[in-house]
């Protein structure tokens, strides 16, 4: 599959997605089709594990394109853009395989909403993230007002929203905006572990337990239970379960089948 903003590499039951479209990775529209694209293919692809999104050179993404903002003149479009995007970061966040956003520099606007759909964020300390959107005249519109204030405490979600104000990667993951932050030199190798640890996971039990966390917060903790249940009997079934108990029994690592 060919692509002009994004670079593609599969390594170890990996699927690493770049934007590249130096030196900001602005998200354009072509580049939202095409991470659509790279994510659906990697949800197919049975080698692949885990994705990791990240962005070439000094930025993650540095916002939207604020060429084609120009273009936009109506609601119709301008709602219709909105909906494009938050139908990605859906994509995204709904992927039954885990995205960790490896935010290597500036995470603003759009880029912050495609992390904050992302199952897990890891920062540099040094990263700028923020949503500057009121600054233009407008609002995040791909989700970002309703992912923050639930992610983050809702006073702070609108102070960062209201001000523009952007913290770096340290503030972050003090407030909870990302798992964790670490030196810019760290974040690839820490990135690397992490994707390690949950690569061992049987990508059967992986699924599950998103779909039961996603699904949860969604429509609240008496279904999270109802649904939490049914995933946990269903897995007593896979081939997996029955191998991970075994190995645990005869003190041995599991070899997992993914079935």
Do not use: W
Request: hydrophobic share 40%; with cysteine; net charge negative.
């Amino acid at each position: 599959m060919e692509f002009q903003t994004l670079k593609i590499k599969n390594e170890n039951q990996v699927t690493y997605i770049t934007i590249a479209k130096p030196p900001v990775n602005p998200l354009s529209i072509q580049t939202l089709q095409e991470l659509e694209k790279a994510i659906d293919a990697a949800v197919e692809d049975s080698e692949t594990k885990v994705i990791v999104l990240t962005g070439e050179g000094k930025f993650f993404i540095a916002g939207a394109d604020i060429k084609e903002l120009t273009t936009i003149e109506t609601s119709k479009k301008g709602r219709e853009f909105g909906q494009y995007g938050q139908f990605v970061c859906n994509k995204i966040e709904q992927s039954p395989k885990p995205v960790i956003a490896m935010i290597n520099g500036p995470c603003l606007g759009g880029g912050l909403e495609i992390a904050l759909a992302s199952h897990i964020r890891i920062a540099a300390d040094s990263a700028k993230l923020g949503l500057p959107e009121l600054k233009l005249g407008l609002i995040p519109g791909f989700g970002g007002t309703q992912r923050l204030a639930r992610l983050i405490s809702r006073e702070k979600a609108i102070e960062l929203i209201l001000t523009s104000d952007q913290i770096d990667g340290s503030e972050a993951s003090r407030i909870g905006l990302v798992s964790k932050s670490v030196s810019l030199e760290e974040l690839e190798s820490t990135v690397k572990s992490m994707v390690e640890k949950i690569s061992a996971k049987s990508s059967v039990s992986i699924g599950a337990a998103l779909t039961a966390i996603n699904q949860g917060v969604s429509y609240g903790l008496e279904h999270g239970f109802l649904l939490e249940a049914e995933l946990f009997g269903n897995l007593f079934t896979t081939e997996d379960a029955k191998e991970g108990i075994q190995a645990f029994i005869q003190k041995r690592s599991p070899v997992f089948k993914n079935c």
